[in-house]
């Protein structure tokens, strides 16, 4: 045995832990294909999450970011847009070994052979993203403008974190793939404007984003250059049940390599920062926990969540949110959170069901227990 703890990927979850488990006095051995790699997507947390990264960390802060369904509810807490390379600096591989490569699941097992622990970080689709992909996944197209462009897109909001309004459509009652706008500062001036499937399975195409993003940003009277020539296009791809299978035998897995994904908002950083710590702390202590059960039981209560979404029509999905928005705060987080329980979990869902429209209630009820509804 050479080493304490083997961590194989280097993204978010997995740096996070040999950053800690190194910090913590453990020896550590991290493979990555791309080790010193930037990390690039747009990463967001609430500031209650961040735990004791140091301020350097944040790009950007969104105050109060708006939810808008029928009706407009900004949400009592900040959202904060994340400096990847502050926070690559934060998690810091001094004293860590680093290699460079990419291990399928018997080399990842081997390491067992050469460390005491060895842990599973690849993400959810260590052997690439497939374009034929059945599994249900996040999807979004999103340009990057200056502040003043955005301005028309915003309606006189700071921030959106969800604008579940139609306009990418013409039509009164579409039928189509229900999807959002989200409009966040990244600093500098400078707005994220993305269209959001939330859940399709497959992912509702990414040309079909763009030209729904580009409909709707223009139907609020922004400048079509900024859209067709943007400072920057970010695309993005989350398989919401995570990895689907389990780690090798005799491994540890987190992050999206362990299901640490939440299924219903495809987020998963303020997980695995503080699941990086808690394991961290055990592994130093010499307790080395049991793989926790993936689908423990409030992974049923948001599968049932998962599979509304993936049914829901676009009425629906307006109805479902302006739920969400009339919830309170603790509702609210307990929802959004990958680390709520089942009981909070169904009583923020309870909460969001109870006051429905009975229309909307049976929709919903259709939704979680229906066939999928058609790509489009
Ligand atoms: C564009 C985009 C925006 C997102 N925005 C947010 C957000 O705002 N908030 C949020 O919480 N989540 C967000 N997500 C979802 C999710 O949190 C991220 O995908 C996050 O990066 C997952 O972290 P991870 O460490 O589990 O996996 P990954 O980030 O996928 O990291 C996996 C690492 O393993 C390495 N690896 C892969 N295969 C192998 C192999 N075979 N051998 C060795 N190493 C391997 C990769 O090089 C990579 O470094 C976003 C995702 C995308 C794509």
Known sequence: MTVDVAVVGLGPAGRALASRCAAGGLSVLAVDPRPGAAWTPTYGIWADELGDLPASVVR?????????????????????????????????????????????????????????????????????????????????????????????????????????????????RPSATPTFLYAIPVGGDRMLLEETCLAAAPGLPVPELRTRLRRRLLARGVDPAAVDHPLSREVVRIPLRGRGSPPPPGVLAVGTAGRGGHRVTGYSVAHSLRQADELARALVRGQVPDDPDPMDAAEHVREVGLRALLRLSAQGMLQLFESFGRLPATRQRDFLARDAGAAELAAAMWGMFAPMPVTAKADLVRASLGPSRQRG
């Open 60 to 172: 950007a802060r969104a105050e109060n970011p708006e939810l808008r369904a029928i009706g407009v509810h900004p949400l009592e807490r900040t959202y904060l847009v994340l400096d990847n390379a502050a926070l690559q600096d934060a998690l810091s591989l001094d004293g860590v070994e680093v290699r460079t490569g990419r291990l399928d699941d018997a080399q990842v097992s081997a390491l067992r052979g050469e460390a005491a622990v060895v842990v599973d970080a690849r993400g959810a689709r260590p052997a690439g993203l497939r374009p034929d992909d059945p599994a249900p996944l996040q999807t979004a197209y999103g340009v990057v403008v200056p502040t003043a462009a955005a301005e028309p897109a915003l309606g006189g909001a700071g921030s959106l974190l969800m604008d579940w309004r139609t306009d990418w459509t013409q039509q009164d």
